[in-house]
Every structure is written in structure tokens, then in C-alpha cells.
């Protein structure tokens, strides 16, 4: 099994900054996908940036250029780091990685618990 463990959310004003961080645990063969969501109340759960083994990144349009996302391979951390933000960047943050336990098995599907980031004076 894999464990994720999100951390980093908090209050701030805004334009401020922030940096998520989420590490997996547990015995890990290989992660495919890193990826973070986020929901805010009312709303469907969307995507907001993920990065691939390569390296290789994708974000949502509205975090372009302001959220930058990174990963620590050796570490199995994946990191989100936010600038400029904005009230409507207001949501629960979630961990999701795709991850594999056993050489020979399949990938996985993995979420963290979910850390709350409030932006607002």
C-alpha cells in the first residue's frame, strides 16, 4: 500500500505565496504520474498541475504561469509551489499519484487526504 501525506496549506493574503508538498510512503516500486487536484465547496474536483516521470508538466489554465509543480524523485515527494495568489485559488488541494507496489502489477491509483488553502485579506 501507499501512503500520501500532504502538507502546506494554511491561510494567506493575497499575492501571497505557498508550497504544498506531498510525500508517498510505503513499499514503492515506481510512480508513474503526480498529480494535484483541488474542490472547491460546490465543485467538482478539478486538475491543477501534474508532472510525469520525465519530467514533463501540465497545469490548468488558470495557474498558468503562477503555480509551478516539481517532484523529488529519490524522495517520492511531489511539490506545488503557489504564487500570486488569488481568492478563487481558495479550494481543499489533493494528492493523487499513480503508483506501482509490485514489478509485475499494475499501476495504482492513489489520494491524499486533501489540505486546505484560503486566500483571503
Known amino acids: 500500500q501507499v501512503q500520501l501525506v500532504e502538507s502546506g496549506g494554511g491561510l494567506v493574503q493575497p499575492g501571497g505565496s505557498l508550497r504544498l508538498s506531498c510525500a508517498a510512503a510505503?513499499?514503492?516500486?515506481?510512480?508513474?504520474?503526480m498529480t494535484w487536484y483541488r474542490q472547491a465547496p460546490g465543485k467538482q474536483r478539478d486538475l491543477v498541475a501534474l508532472?510525469?516521470?520525465?519530467?514533463?508538466?501540465t497545469y490548468a489554465d488558470s495557474v498558468k504561469g503562477r503555480f509551478t509543480v516539481s517532484r523529488d524523485n529519490a524522495k517520492n515527494t511531489v511539490y506545488l509551489q503557489m504564487n500570486s495568489l488569488k481568492p478563487e485559488d481558495k479550494a481543499v488541494y489533493y494528492c493523487?499519484?499513480?503508483?506501482?507496489?509490485?514489478?509485475?502489477?499494475?499501476?495504482?491509483?492513489?489520494w491524499g487526504q486533501g489540505t486546505q488553502v484560503t486566500v483571503s485579506s
Open positions: 493523487y499519484v499513480r503508483a506501482k507496489v509490485d514489478i509485475y502489477g499494475p499501476f495504482i491509483d492513489y
Open positions: 510505503g513499499s514503492i516500486v515506481s510512480i508513474n504520474r
Open positions: 508532472i510525469i516521470t520525465s519530467g514533463s508538466t
